[in-house]
């Protein structure tokens, strides 16, 4: 099965195990999380998880609380995210935090990250396993807030280089991205060595899913109402800018910095489209594109050495995260 039709396959099957840990009711918790939740997401996260479990031989079924976990960790941190980044649209429609006011949008989120704790707690697997799958769970969430505090205080820098740039979505993206495949793999049974490896793989490919999900941004956009350009809205400190500051020459470089710094509501489309030319004219466009096929080779390399039969579908996902057009 492709990987795209296995993505929508189990993505969609998470769905029921989510309204038992979230009833549907007219409440101040239940209302801003399903709006929030019931706005198109692919369910991408999960439906690794249940994926890697199966491609090494585990029962799907069991990792379904954990796999379901994973998607509420992403749920909330998006909906924190929004109220950070003063994003005011989610998946085309208002954020939670614009339609229930930032105080509902903060507490729910609070909430989907204790049923997510309690999703893996009421798994029905060995104790062993579900302390392990805590451990993982842990890591993930700690290691990703690391990564945002410094995607938040990168902004506007002058000084914000590549290196600055993969350090920081190894932390916010790599552990995020990585988490369900090792969950899934830790409930099939995989040895210590394979696990080691798909952390490893997460390295290469985390940091290729967010680079393709920066030039997303330039293009279609990220279901933001169909906006273009809403990282360079927020200032966010994005591969094409790390690269445009390597490169461009002064003027250009203090120009970059000074729109960056543009509070969001005083970035114009016309603005926007300025720093789009600037990424044009350094070729930062193309060099992203490129810099990320490169980090799915080093995938591929990394997956020839996880000590699993199935290789064919780790390589599958690599290849997807680059070249992904929503």
Not at 66 to 79: R, T
Not at 89 to 104: H, L, Q, S
Not at 266 to 291: G, M
Request: net charge negative; proline share 3%.
């Amino acid at each position: 099965m492709e990987i795209e039709e296995s993505l929508k396959k189990y993505g969609k099957g998470i769905d029921e195990h989510l309204k038992k840990l979230f009833p549907v009711r007219d409440d101040y918790l239940s209302e801003p999380i399903w709006y929030h939740m019931d706005t198109g997401g692919k369910r991408m996260r999960p439906a690794l998880c249940l994926i890697v479990c199966e491609a090494l031989g585990g029962n799907p079924d069991e990792a379904v609380p954990f796999a379901a976990a994973v998607e509420i960790l992403h749920n909330m941190f998006l909906m924190h995210d929004d109220i950070e980044d003063g994003d005011t649209m989610r998946r085309d429609k208002p954020a939670v935090w614009v339609k229930y006011g930032t105080a509902n949008a903060i507490n729910a989120g609070d909430y989907l990250l204790g049923r997510a704790y309690r999703s893996i707690l009421d798994g029905n697997l060995p104790q062993g396993k579900r302390l392990r799958l805590l451990d993982i769970f842990t890591l993930t969430y700690e290691k990703t807030v690391e990564g945002q505090a410094l995607d938040i205080n990168w902004r506007g820098s002058t000084k914000f280089t590549i290196e600055d740039y993969l350090r920081t979505v190894e932390l916010k993206t790599a552990y995020y991205l990585t988490c369900g495949m090792v969950g899934g793999a830790v409930i099939a049974g995989a040895s210590d060595g394979a696990i080691d490896k798909i952390w490893e793989l997460g390295k290469s490919m985390g940091p290729a899913f967010q680079i393709r999900d920066d030039l997303i941004d330039l293009t279609v956009g990220k279901g933001r109402g169909g906006v273009i350009g809403s990282d360079i809205k927020e200032g966010k400190p994005s591969f094409l800018y790390a690269y445009t500051l390597s490169k461009a020459g002064a003027a250009d470089k203090e120009r970059l910095v000074e729109i960056m710094l543009k509070p969001r509501e005083s970035t114009s489309a016309s603005v926007v489209d300025e720093v789009i030319k600037l990424y044009k004219k350094y070729d930062a466009i193309n060099y992203s594109q490129r810099f990320a096929e490169g980090l799915v080779e080093k995938a591929f390399k990394a997956i020839e050495e996880i000590p699993v039969e199935n290789k064919a579908t780790f390589r599958e996902i690599a290849q997807f995260m680059a070249q992904r057009t929503a």
